[in-house]
């Protein structure tokens, strides 16, 4: 079944559906971008891509992508992404909807050809909300295949690009199982107390280490074989190092729909009200037995 087919038999909201089939085809002119910033030639020659081009970083030209394309949509008020550091407010909007992308999680990965993401979310309104507010929250993950991992609040369900630029239903109603997979952010030598013991657990109980460098594909990763993601609080950096508006509050949108949780470490964090765009937060994202012993080793003096 197409996106869009399966947009209209859950009876999603017909401006909210438009908006998620315009990013699905957003989602596509990144992917062609990729091509288009393949390296050629000597390191000298590195800001060249194979069509002889000046060579536009991906990430700002994933940014690029989505921005003039909602601008000429006009089907969102508010824009704010993780590449810009204010809020883009479109002019004559046909739609009030706030949106939240982070362009392209994991971009320190392109070089080495590893998996990489876009990451949405989409509130009723202003974007300083919390996360618990968003009508819809999905990812685009560019790994062997395209896939767009969607909730509107009505499970979570997979899609595949197909040969022709078309997104088919893949999955539907994924839940987190539970499963033995730890992906721990930060070095450890800096680790906080309670962080260091809660590891030290994991650890213990035969957790295996799967950490990438993106955020989107580790957690995507949980999403399927379950276990546990985190980018803690760390000694000199207490609020850690990802973003609560483009990282955080998504992907803890999908992965609560899919029955598991995300924590600062103390409280949900879909809960949390932001100050700024640029708000960071200590992320624990994953199943519910793993986040429910964080927050109990966080108690404990
Ligand atoms: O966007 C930030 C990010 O690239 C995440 O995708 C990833 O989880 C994290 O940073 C990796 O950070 P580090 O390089 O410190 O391991
Ligand atoms: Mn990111």
């Known amino acids: 079944m197409l996106l869009k ?6 009876g999603t909201e ?4 438009e908006l998620i089939l315009f990013l699905g085809e957003q989602a596509r002119e990144v992917k062609k971008g990729f091509l288009a910033t393949v390296k050629t030639g ?3 020659e590195k800001t060249r891509n194979i069509y002889g081009e ?3 970083a991906l990430d700002k030209y994933s940014d690029g992508v989505f921005i003039s394309g909602l601008k000429k949509a006009r089907l969102v008020r508010f824009i704010a992404t993780e590449e810009q550091d204010r809020i883009i407010e479109i002019n004559n909007p046909k739609n009030n909807f706030g949106i939240v992308i982070d362009p392209l999680d994991g971009s320190s990965l392109i070089d080495v050809n590893l998996c990489v993401g876009t990451i949405i979310g989409i509130y009723p309104g202003h974007v300083l909300d919390a996360g618990r507010n968003m ?3 999905l990812y685009i993950l560019y790994g062997p295949l395209t896939t767009l991992t969607l909730t509107t609040g009505k499970g979570v369900h997979e899609f595949v690009m197909d040969g ?3 997104f088919v239903l893949r999955q539907e109603n994924i839940k987190i199982p539970e499963g033995k997979i730890y992906a721990p952010g930060a070095l450890r030598k800096d680790y906080l107390p309670a962080h260091a013991r809660w590891i030290e657990s994991l650890e213990a109980a035969g957790y295996k280490l799967r950490f990438s460098g993106s955020f989107v594909a580790d957690v995507h990763q949980i999403l399927h074989k379950g276990g546990v993601f985190t980018y803690p609080g760390f000694k000199g950096k207490e609020k850690g190092k990802l973003r609560l508006l483009f990282e955080a509050n998504p992907m803890g949108k999908i992965i609560h729909e899919a029955g598991g949780m995300i924590s600062n470490g103390k409280a949900d964090i879909l809960g949390i009200t932001p ?7 200590p992320i624990y994202i994953g199943g519910k037995k793993e986040i429910t012993q964080i927050e109990t080793f966080m108690c404990e003096p």
């Open 5 to 10: 087919d399966f947009l209209i038999a859950k």
């Open 14 to 17: 017909k401006k909210l559906a």
């Open 42 to 44: 000597n390191a000298g």
């Open 54 to 56: 000046e060579q536009m």
């Open 135 to 137: 009508i819809a929250a």
């Open 164 to 166: 022709n630029g078309e």
């Open 275 to 281: 100050q700024a765009i640029n708000d960071r937060t």
